[in-house]
């Protein structure tokens, strides 16, 4: 499959090389191009880089991955241009974080009953949003092994069979997968980031996930 992911940033150069890790075609899309150089290096030829637009226009499916602040996310869905995402299966892997004194923890951008998943998926009406990986750090959304067991991913989509097709990408690569219902659900898998990045600047580790246990 082509996948775009628009962002450069290590959420949007790991997720790259675990798509083509999986034998998928991927292009990451970026202002800055001379950025990518090393990614694209290590990547190999299955790795492409261009602008958001054109990242748009060939990603079958589509990955957001860019911060969240300053607007950036809806900058970039802006710059690639809307009429590209109309009938695509878009991966929201943000979080609206909100940085107010550094080296502590961000505090929620958007408060309750609004979420970034929603919010994407009002700018694109005619896109598949699927929100989706904003709950672990990036070095393990393609490679969900932990030392104390397999974690849990929770999705979120108003498109069952959008959901059902990222789901499958991730037990591909190993997670175990939670339908968490419709795209007004991304609030909760937000507050679950928020809870996993408190944690980690508690304790000073960031190798931790979720996991829902059942009797």
């Known amino acids: 499959m082509k996948i775009g992911i628009l962002g450069s940033g290590t959420v949007a150069q790991q997720l790259g090389l675990g798509l083509i890790r999986s034998g998928h075609n991927v292009m990451l899309g970026t202002r800055n191009p001379a950025k990518l150089d090393d990614w694209r290096k290590k990547a190999g030829e299955s790795a492409l880089v261009g602008s958001f637009e054109e990242t748009a226009k060939f990603g079958e499916m589509i990955f957001l991955a860019t911060i969240w602040t300053g607007g950036a996310a809806e ?60 709950i672990i750090t990036a070095h393990y959304m393609a490679n969900p092994r932990l030392k104390e067991g397999t974690p849990d991913m929770f999705f979120a989509g108003n498109d069952p069979e959008a959901k059902k097709a990222v789901m499958d990408l991730a037990v591909s690569w190993g997670w175990s997968v939670i339908d968490s219902g419709d795209i007004e659900q991304a609030y909760l898998l937000e507050a679950l980031a928020f809870l996993w990045i408190r944690y980690g600047f508690m304790t000073g580790t960031w190798k931790h996930a979720f996991k829902l246990l059942k009797e």
Do not use: E, H, M, R
């Not at 974080?97 to 502590?104: E, M, T």
């Not at 923890?105 to 904003?134: C, D, H, I, T």
């Open 75 to 134: 900058n970039a869905i802006n710059i690639a241009g809307k009429a590209n995402f109309t009938g695509k299966i878009l991966v929201d892997v943000t979080n609206p974080l909100q940085f107010d004194v550094q080296g502590q923890a961000p505090k929620p951008a958007l408060g309750y009953p609004q979420s970034a998943g929603a919010k994407v998926q009002s700018w694109l009406p005619a896109a598949k949003v699927v929100k989706a990986f904003n």
